[in-house]
């Protein structure tokens, strides 16, 4: 954004002008008419006599670019000059001056929207990217806050083994309880029903407590079962 209104980018070495292909040497000094100046001081200048402002630059640049309507783009340039409303009816298209004052209030409510536009993208590039939330859980609340790192660290905590190896202990800490669970519904095909007893020697081989677990998978909302415990399932919706 800050280079956008300065209409150059600054690196190490250079100034560069973002409309054309001018640069200057930071490390440079610059004679004009008898005077020196700095790279810094060129570039500005440069924006002046080349580009006439950075308003004057960007307002020209392709609609894609800018999302302006021919109309705003017409009127936001009369508005730079200073005109009052009554003679920039004179020069645009736009027949009364109360539909200059609408067009005013219209990008005003542009710039307003495009700020807090600004502020989602910028929040949203802060945010921390978190691990799929099963579509059964009954409350979903900060337990489901897991980064992919917290699920790494975890695991590797609980199975010494690997994935492939049993849990020695099952943590009470409800987020480390979620993360074991959904790495043991990968035990499980969707669609599928399981006897209890094959859903059991399923989980047998996890963790030797498999009756509290089976009973977890049923409480936090990764499958259902029939009344009497004959089928269970993955639970879908």
């Not at 309507?69 to 009554?86: H, N, R, V, W, Y």
């Not at 190896?165 to 943590?171: A, H």
Request: aromatic share 12%.
């Amino acid at each position: 954004m800050e280079q956008l209104v300065n209409g150059y980018e600054e690196s190490d070495d250079v100034y560069r002008c973002l409309f054309c292909e001018q640069q200057y040497g930071k490390l440079e000094v610059f004679r004009v008419e008898g005077r020196f100046f700095t790279a810094l001081k060129m570039i500005k200048q440069h924006q002046k006599e080349v580009h006439r402002s950075v308003f004057d630059a960007l307002i020209q640049l392709d609609k894609k670019h800018t999302g302006l309507s021919d109309i705003q783009i017409e009127l936001l340039t009369l508005f730079a000059q200073g005109l009052p409303d009554k003679e920039i009816v004179q020069h645009t298209s736009a027949n009364s001056v109360s539909t200059i004052r609408q067009h005013r209030f219209k990008l005003r409510e542009k710039e307003k929207q495009a700020k807090v536009f600004l502020a989602i993208m910028q929040a949203f590039d802060e945010i921390e990217q978190y691990e799929p939330i099963h579509k059964g859980a009954k409350q979903v609340d900060e337990r489901y806050a897991i980064t992919p790192e917290e699920k790494k660290k975890v695991l590797e905590t609980y199975y010494k083994e690997g994935l492939e190896g049993p849990i020695r202990t099952f943590p009470s800490k409800e987020k480390r309880k979620i993360i074991l669970l959904q790495q043991i519904m990968t035990n499980f095909e969707v669609g599928k029903k399981y006897l209890e007893k094959e859903l059991n020697e399923i989980l047998k081989p996890i963790y030797i407590d498999y009756v509290t677990i089976r009973r977890y998978l049923i409480q936090y909302g990764f499958m259902e079962r029939t009344d009497d415990c004959a089928f269970y399932w993955v639970k879908e919706n």
